[in-house]
């Protein structure tokens, strides 16, 4: 039995690049696989191996002082959910690109329980904004709540300019995969002079966790940047497919990547679609994927 992890942690971190190289050796000596970027705001992960491995893994980190009570996200699961081991210095934990000041430790949004997230979208009376891409929304998503039509979290600052400026006073309930992009989400929020915004704490794979809530009121999956591409969150008897077939829009939670290798889009499928299009999203992909690369 493997386990997989999914953590972050926004502390200051002096010399990323030093950083990143001693956590790389620490990594490759546990022979844990996954993806972990560093940068002057910390760290975020998702990394995979034997469970022994990972309990000293998560051990060394939280004898470091800066990271002592960082939480972690555990799943159990068959195999490593990563090839490979990447360790990646970068600007920012999440790539945002904000005009407006978004340090986390300075100001977030306030922080909800399970039950007080659930509590807040059974009153009705706020907006409920998912803080991911579009395409993860597509595949599972609360009940209720707002599709972002962009492809990058970098958008989000023009998006709720445009879309939810007037409501600065209105209360808005954000939500992201582990908890990482709402905290630059709300930051960025209250910068810009929104005035009644809140998180879920742990993000949705906590929800999911969460013994009294049962992930009730998510429909559909949660999608994640690894191998199992998504993961269950409801567990309740009210559970929904929400997932539309890219082709004839028929119930699916399957995601595949296109075919056609300079497309690769990672679409929503049917069994009976998959078949007919080879794999492919869309027929020009079919039928370059047909047709002797050679000749074209």
């Known amino acids: 039995m493997y386990h997989a992890l999914l953590y972050y942690a926004f502390v200051p971190i002096d010399n990323p690049e030093e950083f990143a190289n001693t956590h790389r050796e620490l990594c490759q000596r546990l022979e844990l696989k996954g993806r972990i970027l560093v940068s002057t705001e910390g760290i975020n992960g998702t990394v995979s191996g034997p469970i022994l491995a990972c309990d000293q893994y998560r051990m060394s980190l939280h004898e470091d002082q800066r990271f002592s ?87 989000f600052p023009q998006w709720i300019r445009e879309h939810l400026g007037k409501n600065k006073d209105t209360p808005i309930l954000t939500y992201c995969t582990g908890g990482i992009r709402c905290e630059k989400l709300t930051a960025f929020m209250l910068a810009d002079g929104f005035s009644n915004v809140y998180q879920l704490d742990g993000g949705i794979v906590t929800y999911g966790k969460d013994t009294e809530t049962q992930g009730a009121l998510w429909d559909g999956l949660c999608y994640v940047f690894d191998e199992r591409i998504a993961v269950e969150i409801n567990h309740t008897e009210d559970r929904r497919v929400v997932g539309r077939c890219f082709h004839c829009d028929s119930s699916t939670e399957r995601y595949i990547n296109c075919a056609h290798l300079l497309c690769n889009r990672q679409h929503l499928v049917c069994p009976e679609c998959e078949a007919q299009f080879s794999h492919t999203c869309s027929v020009a992909c079919l039928d370059r994927i047909l047709v002797p690369y050679e000749s074209l």
Do not use: C
């Not at 210095?89 to 904000?98: A, I």
């Not at 986390?104 to 509590?119: D, F, I, N, V, Y």
């Open 69 to 155: 009570s960082m939480p972690f996200k555990i799943d159990e699961v068959d195999g490593h959910i990563f090839q490979k081991l990447f360790v990646r210095v970068k600007q920012e934990l999440v790539t945002f690109r904000s005009d407006l000041p978004t340090d986390p430790t300075r100001a977030t949004g306030r922080r909800l329980s399970p039950a007080e997230w659930k509590e807040r979208l059974e009153r009705g009376d706020a907006i409920i904004l998912d803080g991911r891409t579009d395409y993860e929304f597509d595949i599972g998503h609360f009940r209720g709540a707002i599709r972002p039509d962009i492809e990058s979290f970098r958008e």
